[in-house]
């Protein structure tokens, strides 16, 4: 275990053929829309966009990697020449037809791949390859064949190469100059158009990409009654541009992979310099790159290859549709992570405090605030020990109850045939099984299921003599209390810790209930999420950060960003902005 100003990071293994180290790359450039694009090109990275002077230097440098998109993963073996894997490294012929004939057995059996054969003015042929439903076909042809196909003039065709085609004929579309083999291949399989003339040993990589996009809209898992009502989507394009609206400075980087060997699914590292630890944003990137894997299809994939404690039931990374609540996580010194093709973006380091808080605390005025968090904790503890002290109780400490209450809980369950821990289970796994079904049937009827099914079911439960009612109540007061936790991965947690919680009630009284809490709060307390303490705040203490867990100061209390994420610029405003209007009694 290695300590970087005050945060543990947790040594891993690189891979024998690692990429670069995290850092050794920087650079900002202006990618689709003028979106900066800042830092380390890691495995996976594409780097089709960049200019070619700077691609060949890259290349020259790291002996066996290629100089453009083909790398899907550090540490992977170019081995593999099909599309969506690695193909061959050596550059293009100046033969139109022999790069066509390269390409020809790449994708041999890819039916909806694309050449289409043209002739310029100045009497020499080309080609242009893309997949159908990847590009757009008329965009392409007016903004970006015709202008170049046009250029050739019959006088001045030997004054021209790909790259003084692309800056005198494109000087705004995205187009860029590939040289590779490897490069070509990629481009296509990300859903470019390449050119290919013939008599060049280089070929143009254009991006007019167009696949189906959701519109955006309100996140159905964050609903909020007070905040924007704007929700990412899964076109990782737009996602960004979301974050530059709440976030408008040049300070926000984003750094991009391309993970995964067949899927190459672009992954982009987001953060704000200045604001995020180095060392933090350091060990992302190395995890980043040190992921081979043959596809990524959703950012879950991510989160559970790079978080600190896998085997941990407690989540380490939090996920978020809201680009709200991601901008407000940049803004104290976290990162993000965006994946194309859901509209989930990660959040870390986190602590545990941070799955209790909703983007809506601090949209609300402090006096609601602080009895909305207060009744959420409470909310946690019946979650969490409810039914294991309801078995406890009246399994072992019958005298801790009044007389009337035991007296009236023995006539409840005087008829029930099973002992409290059985009738626990019985409920407990029937109210989960009505939550899936519930979340699983098509809207219109899933919540009628899930309401309808626990009136009934409890109903027919407590007649039939099965189960009591005041284990019916017990269970119904935890499933509404776990409701409250706002970040549904902490929810799911606490669910499954309830039932180890149970089993030690069974067993072992309120005495099992204490070992269980140590447990908990001896594996809390060793938990990190990228070198960060779990329970920091409270454990270690920091008091300028301890008045945000528990309860929401007022804005003006808030002065400074938390330490255990921004060890740099920490001011976030001036001490003194307590409102004061004049004339007004203080």
Not at 34 to 47: H, I, V, Y
Not at 53 to 66: E, I, L, M, N, Q
Not at 111 to 120: A, C, N, P
Request: contains cysteine.
């Amino acid at each position: 275990m290695e300590v970087k100003s005050g945060v543990r990071i947790r040594p891993r293994r690189r891979p024998q053929e690692s990429a670069v180290q995290p850092g050794a790359e920087q650079g900002s450039e202006a990618q689709s829309g003028g979106e900066q694009e800042s830092g380390a090109r890691g495995a996976g990275a594409p780097e089709a966009s960049l200019p070619a002077k700077r691609r060949t230097r890259a290349s020259a440098d790291r002996p066996g990697r290629t100089s453009g998109g083909g790398r899907a993963s550090a540490g992977a073996q170019p081995a593999q020449a099909e599309p969506g894997g690695h193909a061959s490294q050596q550059r293009l012929h100046r033969g139109l037809a022999d790069n066509l004939a390269v390409l020809h057995e790449l994708f041999h059996g890819c039916s909806d791949v694309q050449f289409r054969h043209l002739e310029l003015e100045a009497g020499r042929h080309a080609a242009v390859v893309y997949f159908t439903g990847m590009v757009e076909l008329e965009e392409l042809s007016e903004e970006a064949l015709v202008p170049l196909l046009t250029a050739f003039h019959p006088h001045a065709v030997g004054d021209y190469d790909p790259k003084q085609l692309v800056g005198r004929s494109l000087p705004v579309a995205q187009a860029d100059v590939v040289q590779t083999l490897d490069d070509v291949v990629d481009a296509i399989v990300l859903g470019r158009a390449v050119l290919l003339i013939d008599g060049f040993d280089a070929a143009v990589s254009l991006t007019t990409t167009s696949p189906p996009r959701r519109a955006i809209s309100e996140p159905e898992t964050e609903s909020v009654v007070r905040g924007p009502r704007e929700g990412f989507t899964e076109d990782i394009t737009v996602n960004m541009s979301l974050l530059r609206q709440k976030l408008r400075t040049p300070k926000l980087k984003s750094v991009p992979y391309y993970v995964g060997t067949y899927t190459k699914t672009e992954v982009r590292l987001v953060y704000i310099e200045g604001l995020a630890d180095q060392q933090v944003i350091a060990e992302a990137k190395r995890r980043i790159e040190g992921i081979e894997i043959d596809g990524v299809l959703e950012s879950g994939y991510l989160e559970e290859l790079i978080e600190d404690q896998p085997l941990s039931p407690f989540p380490q990374f939090q996920y978020s549709e809201r680009p709200d609540t991601v901008a407000a996580q940049l803004l104290e010194g976290r990162f993000a992570i965006l994946t194309n093709g859901t509209p989930f973006a990660l959040v870390a380091p986190v602590t545990w405090w941070q799955f209790l808080q909703a983007s809506e605390d601090y949209y609300e005025r402090f006096f609601l605030v602080y009895l909305v968090r207060v009744l959420r904790y409470v909310s946690l503890f019946i979650a969490l020990f409810l039914p294991a002290m309801y078995i406890a109780v009246t399994t072992y400490h019958q005298d801790m109850l009044p007389t009337n209450l035991v007296i009236s809980i023995a006539a409840a369950r005087e008829s029930i045939p099973f002992p409290a821990i059985i009738e626990a289970l019985i409920m407990e796994l029937t109210f989960e099984a009505l939550r899936e079904a519930g979340i699983r049937l098509p809207r219109a009827v899933g919540h009628a299921v899930s309401i309808l099914g626990a009136l009934v079911i409890g109903e027919a439960a407590v007649e039939a003599g099965i189960v009591s009612a005041p284990m019916v109540i017990i269970v119904a007061l935890t499933g509404i209390a776990s409701f409250t936790v706002p970040r549904y991965n902490a929810a799911i947690a606490i669910r499954l810790l309830r039932f180890p919680m149970m089993l030690l009630g069974a067993v072992l009284g309120m005495f099992g209930l204490v070992i269980g809490v140590m447990w908990v709060t001896v594996h809390l307390c060793k938990l990190r999420s990228f070198g960060v303490p779990y329970l920091s705040g409270f454990a270690p203490y920091k008091r300028q950060e301890v008045k945000d867990l528990f309860v929401r100061p007022p804005w003006w209390e808030m002065v400074y960003r938390p330490s255990s994420y921004a060890h740099q610029n920490r001011k976030r405003m001036n001490k003194q902005m307590m409102p004061r209007p004049e004339g007004n009694p203080q």
